[in-house]
């Protein structure tokens, strides 16, 4: 029975820790990352941002929207699965990123994402946008967050789309990579210490659709506009078990199925 317990924590442990999704069918939940003020100056919160540039917003205010015309942050959508997306695991090197997004100031506008990605090697210089003393040398001074551990993520441009509900049901957009592989590990949601993943995109409209009339706003969508993803990463179920703690537990259960194999050598 004894037996029969450690092998079953010890796998169990492995299948947590795979926020490496080292297997296939994980799915784990989603949610923006909150920046943490010690290790960034960073005061965006969001799942998606979009670029607040006149030259290159998702989207502008036409009309009868009380001197707000514009805001970047998107987060996922608080009356469903309790405001948070889904990372899953889809095998073959691939995740599969899935919830539904909303404006953090105009809640009439609000798209489905379905954002596909293809592990990657390791860049030389993966993108890090947390304070220097944030990271283990030789990337920082001495933090806590090493990127040698991470994992890396390209959008597929094929598999990666915001389709609009609601109000802006019939515009479509699709999203692939701008600059570096997006990074999946503790600390690489580029906002705080939490497990996350990041990544930096171009959305591109791909509806005749570009007006959207809610509560009597009067939005137009532009054609093109630059974004980037900042979640964090939580096991399915639940915030019980923080990030930092299911990476301590997959190196535990590193430890005990390396533990296994030396007394079974032995006995041998």
């Known amino acids: 029975m004894f037996k029969k317990f450690r092998v079953g924590v010890s796998a169990g442990i492995l299948a947590l820790g795979a926020v490496g999704f080292s297997g296939s069918a994980h799915a784990f939940l989603t949610d923006e990352a909150v920046p943490d003020p010690t290790v960034t100056n960073s005061s965006s919160v ?32 608080p009356s469903i699965n309790n405001g948070m997306g889904q990372l899953t695991d889809i095998g073959n090197n691939m995740l599969l990123l899935t919830g539904r997004i909303v404006n953090s100031v105009f809640d009439e506008l609000k798209f489905d994402v379905s954002v596909k990605l293809n592990k990657v090697a390791p860049p030389a210089n993966p ?10 040398p030789p990337f ?28 802006t049901a019939g515009i479509t957009f699709d999203l692939e990579k701008r600059g570096p592989s997006g990074s999946l590990g503790i600390g690489g949601n580029n906002k705080n210490l939490n497990n996350g993943f990041s990544t ?64 079974n050598e032995a006995a041998a």
């Not at 993108?127 to 283990?136: E, G, I, P, R, T």
């Open 140 to 167: 920082g001074s001495g933090g806590p967050v090493d990127p040698s551990t991470w994992m890396f993520y390209d959008i597929d441009p094929n598999n990666a789309t915001m389709t609009g509900v609601g109000a």
């Open 127 to 136: 993108k890090l946008d947390l304070f220097n003393s944030a990271y283990v």
């Open 46 to 77: 969001h799942a998606f941002w979009f670029s607040s540039s006149s030259n290159d917003r998702l989207f502008y205010c036409n009309a009868n929207c009380s001197g707000t015309t514009y805001s970047s942050q998107w987060i996922f959508d």
């Open 200 to 263: 930096w995109l171009t959305a591109t409209r791909t509806s005749n659709d570009k007006f959207a009339w809610a509560n009597g706003k009067d939005f137009k969508f532009a054609w093109d506009s630059l974004g980037d993803i900042n979640i964090d990463v939580k096991p399915n179920g639940g915030t019980g078990i923080s990030a930092p703690a299911t990476f301590g537990l997959f190196a535990l259960g590193l430890g005990l199925v390396g533990l296994r194999r030396r007394r």
